[in-house]
């Protein structure tokens, strides 16, 4: 069930948002009208600003592990993620940020892991992000409430209420979170205006790409994945996430934890085994 108590409270903060710069619009002779400050992207001070109705029950991808390693698309769907969301490029480990990368099932699926596994299976390599639980234990620990969950059940993040606590970090089994230890402007080759950049001593990580969802579009991860991701709403019986649930083998990550993944990775039968 969704902890309500951590998302009501930062929705009173974004309607008082969304009131001023509908307020502020007005006041300039409507330049903007109401209904398109819902679907704007980028707010007072480069805040995200997303409409507060959800536009699915329960958004989740679903990846073909399978296309995904034939395509070799790793670095491709990285960039397609990291240059948009302003995420610092730190070539050292200790200081490295990331939202999306690739791991192999070893550490992906530690305790799925057996002696008799096919060394295919331990060849392949996975693309790891937050798994947006649906019952995330970042939330629970996050004292400020910058780290909330939406009633479509994305975990996103307020950076303006992170005080890098990093009791998210500790609390993610999923090693998803990146803190900023060095100020990562410092490492931005190029920096899109439309995306708010962080500073040093905020956690940050994968929205799901909210910005984009709330105008219509797919996660960049998903457009540059060469149809390897699929994303939808996993409510929904006729989505393209549930169909393609529903006619292969799909397993989550440390599952049995309780946390409730919304990333589901899909294997041949073959590797029902695994």
């Known amino acids: 069930m969704m902890n309500e108590w951590s998302y009501e409270g930062l929705m009173n903060r974004r309607d008082f948002l969304m009131t001023g710069l509908a307020a502020g619009a007005l006041s300039l002779g409507g330049l903007a009208s109401l209904s398109t400050l819902s679907a704007c992207s980028v707010g007072v001070e480069g805040a995200v600003v997303i409409p507060t109705k959800p536009l699915a029950g329960h958004w989740g991808m679903v990846v ?5 390693n034939e395509r070799r698309i790793a670095q491709k769907v990285v960039e397609a993620c990291h240059k948009p969301h302003n995420v610092p490029n730190i ?51 996050c004292p400020t409430k910058a780290t ?14 992170c005080i890098g606590c990093r009791f998210c970090m500790t609390a993610c089994p999923y090693g998803a979170r990146s803190h900023n230890f060095l100020d990562p402007r ?13 500073t040093d001593g905020v956690v940050e990580k994968c929205n799901f790409c909210v910005e984009r969802l709330s105008v219509g579009l797919k996660p960049y991860c998903v ?12 409510d929904d019986p006729q989505s393209e996430v549930r169909k393609a649930l529903e006619q292969r083998l799909s397993i ?6 309780g946390t409730e993944p919304s990333v589901y990775y899909l294997l041949r039968d073959g590797e029902a085994h695994v």
Request: proline content about 6%.
């Open 64 to 68: 073909d592990v399978q296309l995904f």
């Open 91 to 141: 070539d050292i480990p200790r200081f490295e940020v990331k939202w999306i990368w690739q791991d192999d099932f070893e550490h992906c699926f530690a305790g799925m892991d057996n002696e008799f596994l096919t060394s295919r299976v331990k060849e392949l390599k996975f693309p790891v992000l937050c798994n947006h639980c649906q019952q995330p234990a970042c939330v629970l620990n």
């Open 148 to 161: 909330f969950q939406r009633p479509d059940g994305i975990v996103d993040m307020d950076y303006h209420r």
């Open 186 to 198: 410092a490492f931005l080759e190029e920096v899109n205006p439309k995306y708010p950049t962080r």
């Open 223 to 234: 457009e540059a994945s060469e149809g390897a991701i699929l994303f939808g709403d996993l």
């Open 252 to 257: 989550r990550r440390l599952a049995e934890l």
